[in-house]
């Protein structure tokens, strides 16, 4: 087993997150409002919403997106909540309103730009400002064609700031030209809190074991760089010969890679993290993400979306199927092995983990949180006292 990991100082904490930090409640609420809502979460691509009046609705941490494309073909990103009496005004993830946007509670209808057409019945009411009583706009930026958004302020810089570092290496995929793959948004559930799903994928130790697919495509050739300023980078480099496996094999034979690749991606997959919950998956042949939100401790929503380019032909559409093969097959992997290191912290025999190198970047992912929330260097939860002890431990360190 091979796998490198590169940048990892010589001497370390193997430690992980103190066991309390995956039940406490208190824990979770912070993660919510400190990450989930101050942090940018990716919605879609602005291709998921071509035409004016499509739309891409997704829930997160009780917050509710709501992207819409204007009449102008301006994408504009809103709360999904009715300023009448606050149902949401889309209720399917995805589609088109048409022209307006009428709430299915009491019919009061919104432009596509999210001002207020008209209350149902508007004898009833007072006069309504329709810039006033809009749909709330959600803080929004889009990077290389995909849409982030923000619900309350946060510490980090822009998107493009964030992602500056991969402006070279990305640009070869043409991201803002992708189009959706498939019509939905896929979404599971995970038994587990959202912390075990970040740290089995933070590393690439468990690749040669637990993904036989994987390894079978990649052999020695993966690498892990851990958590810089915010984004991790993994890049897995087809091996040579034959491979065991079918769809691995035939992936292989039929992989065209694209001319706009240099050669250090053509015969590669390259992962990019971005803290606190998001991955990107690049490809020869398509584009993915996905991220995961908690609903509770225990369970956790992992949604995701596949992107291709426009001029895919029959056989670049066959190739992405097959790696969409691999790809399932190691997120179901993965997903058991996220569950057992949930289950494990309820187990009397569980007494911590002891982290490789070639895991570092779990730790470097912990390191982050860490800033984030001084608590979680104690091995007891400071509980009822959660939110002001980290305040303390915060200004403590700024001085
Ligand atoms: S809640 Fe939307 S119209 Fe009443
Ligand atoms: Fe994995």
Known sequence: ?????????????????????????????????????RHWQVVCHVNDVPEPGDFVASDLVGERALVVRGRDMKVRSFHNLCRHRGS????????????????????????????LR????????????????????????????????R??????????????????????YDLENLVPAEDVFWAGEIEANWKCVRDVDNEGYHVAMAHPGLHDLFGTNYHDEPFTHGTSRSLGQFREGKHRLWSVENYRKILQPPERLDDDHKAAWLYVGVFPNLVFGLYPDSVIFYHEFPVENGRTIQRGSVYRHKDEDRRMRLARYLSMRIDRITSKEDEQLIEWTWEAAFSSGFDGIVLSDLEYGVRSYHDILRGIFPVLDGDEPPEGTLLRENERRLKEAAR
């Not at 930090?21 to 979770?28: R, V």
């Not at 006033?132 to 929004?140: A, F, Q």
């Not at 510490?155 to 290496?169: G, L, N, T």
């Open 88 to 115: 949401r005004v889309v209720a399917e993830e995805s589609g088109n309103c048409k022209s307006a946007i009428i709430c299915p509670f009491h019919g009061w209808a919104y432009n596509l730009d999210g001002t």
């Open 151 to 172: 619900f309350k302020e946060g510490p980090q810089p822009s998107v493009a700031e964030i992602m500056a570092r991969f402006d070279d290496e990305l640009a070869q």
């Open 118 to 149: 008209g209350a149902a019945q508007p004898q009833s009411l007072p006069d309504l400002d329709p810039v006033e009583m809009g749909l709330k706009p959600v803080e929004m930026e889009i990077w290389q064609g995909f849409v982030f958004v």
């Open 1 to 37: 087993m091979n796998i490198q990991n590169t940048q990892v100082p010589t001497e370390w904490d193997r430690k992980g997150l103190p066991a309390w930090s995956f039940f406490s409640p208190e824990m979770l609420e912070a993660e919510k409002e400190q990450l989930f809502r």
